[in-house]
């Protein structure tokens, strides 16, 4: 199972593409700083679309800006609509959409005119379940490409930067200048990789809308072999459908000399990417759980990507042991109790420091997110414990469900070896309850 959600979408467009600007500094601004919500390995920023905010996921492998979910959005126009068909990452059949051109896109300071959007007609394909937040759409390349961009994971916050000579001299003083190319309007870097034994190079797409680590295809190298310890899961969510494959560790991992050992490494089955499009020489992906143990600044216009390590370069890399994929399914009204604490005033004539224990608690109701178990690993902790796919979370290690967050649920789920879980479900109308240890099988 995935510790966290992986987005890799790469798209295949039944239409020709044109080219639209990209987003540029209004009121003489040359920097602007935009907080980002960081879950799972995953960036989400607020845009403004022909001026409805919206949720994006900044994904650097995708190329156009595409829209779903937006059924609580209603008030959103768009111009110039006209069908197309979209594929991607997983096993099924294209997905119908809309092109939407001419729109305006606006967020802290910077804004893009004349601007092209995707929008996926299926509801059924929704991140916000597999979040936590709310998610409108994702976008890519049409932010990145003029300006500099940092990602500042530390502080959760987004810096774009006028691309001028100032600038870059200051990012070459301050972080390590790694190469990349740009194809098809994604970038790629070179990596060094030991697997198995086996030292090579790889050229790897850089996509921070992956929330894994590494992600590698079969079948593109000889020096690419799963490694002997494995489990199969489930690896995330494509346009086209459910991704399958493999887990394993790698030894080692290098980026332009920065160096990391057994980092988990997913290797998606051949179904899932029969859609994408490689560029030549592309190996596979390195994703949120390598570059978040940087600061790093994108260069698109002069193809430069800008690393320094942060606080977290050193953390262990952790995955999901329990088997479980949780996700959103719905909400509830949750009846709360609050305490009343009350100091008798002056003209009482009681004593100011006695408390009124009478009607003390009062009630409120609030909606509190539902959890639902969507997959689960075959042979993993969880399922031979007797959790089913389906079952209606009620409470884990004894408090309430709707206490945690979809990301603490998943920390949790990715603790230290041997730790018990206890976790009560509804099922069938009937409230059972399951208890497993979680064990690393890598």
Avoid: C
Avoid at 170 to 177: I, P
Avoid at 247 to 262: A, C, T, V
Avoid at 400 to 424: F, G, T, V
């Amino acid at each position: 199972m995935k510790n966290s959600i992986s987005i890799f979408l790469l798209l295949v467009f039944a239409i020709p593409l044109f080219a639209q600007e990209g987003f540029h500094f209004v009121d003489g601004k040359e920097k602007v700083s935009i907080p980002f919500k960081f879950i799972n390995n995953l960036l989400f920023i607020p845009i403004k679309v022909n001026g409805i905010e919206l949720n994006f996921l900044l994904d650097s492998g995708v190329e156009e800006t595409i829209l779903f979910s937006l059924e609580d959005k209603k008030e959103i126009n768009f111009y110039n609509i006209e069908k197309i068909t979209l594929r991607g990452l997983g096993s099924s059949d294209a997905v119908e959409g809309l092109k939407s051109t001419n729109n305006v896109l606006e967020t802290h300071g910077i804004q893009a005119t004349n601007y092209s959007l995707y929008v996926i007609l299926d509801q059924s394909f929704n991140l916000s379940s597999h979040v936590g937040i709310p998610v409108n759409g994702i976008i890519g390349y049409h932010f990145l490409k003029t300006n500099l961009v940092e990602i500042n994971y530390d502080k959760k916050k987004l810096i774009v930067y006028k691309n001028n000579e100032k600038n870059r001299k200051r990012l070459k003083q301050k972080f390590n200048e790694v190469p990349i190319t740009l194809e098809r309007n994604k970038p790629y870097v070179v990596t060094q990789m030991s697997l198995e034994g086996n030292n090579f190079p790889a050229k790897l797409l850089i996509d921070i809308g992956n929330s894994d680590a590494l992600w590698l295809f079969q079948n593109l190298s000889e020096s690419i072999k799963i490694p002997e310890k494995n489990f199969n899961d489930y690896l995330g969510q494509g346009f086209s459908g459910d991704v399958f494959g493999k887990r394993g560790r790698m030894d080692r991992f290098s980026m332009n000399g920065f160096e990391f050992k057994n980092p988990i490494v997913a290797f998606p089955d051949s179904s899932s990417i029969k859609n994408v499009k490689m560029v030549s020489g592309r190996l596979g992906s390195v994703g949120g759980e390598i570059l978040r143990r940087f600061t790093l600044v994108f260069d698109y216009p002069n193809q430069f990507l800008y690393l320094k390590k942060n606080k977290e370069f050193n953390t262990p890399f952790m995955y999901n042991k329990s088997g479980i994929e949780m996700q959103h399914n719905g909400l509830q009204w949750v009846q709360e109790t609050v305490k009343l604490e009350t100091i008798p005033s002056e003209s009482t004539g009681i004593d100011k420091n006695a408390i009124n224990i009478t009607n003390n608690f009062r009630y409120k109701f609030e909606l509190k997110p539902i959890y639902q178990i969507s997959n689960l690993r075959e042979n993993s902790p969880a399922a031979n414990s007797g959790l089913q796919k389906g079952d209606v979370v009620i409470s884990i290690n004894g408090a309430k469900a709707y206490r945690y967050s979809l990301q603490q649920i998943n920390s949790l789920l990715k603790s230290e070896d041997d730790k018990w879980i206890a976790i009560e479900v509804e099922r069938d109308s009937q409230i059972l309850k399951f208890k497993f240890q979680l064990k690393d099988v890598l």
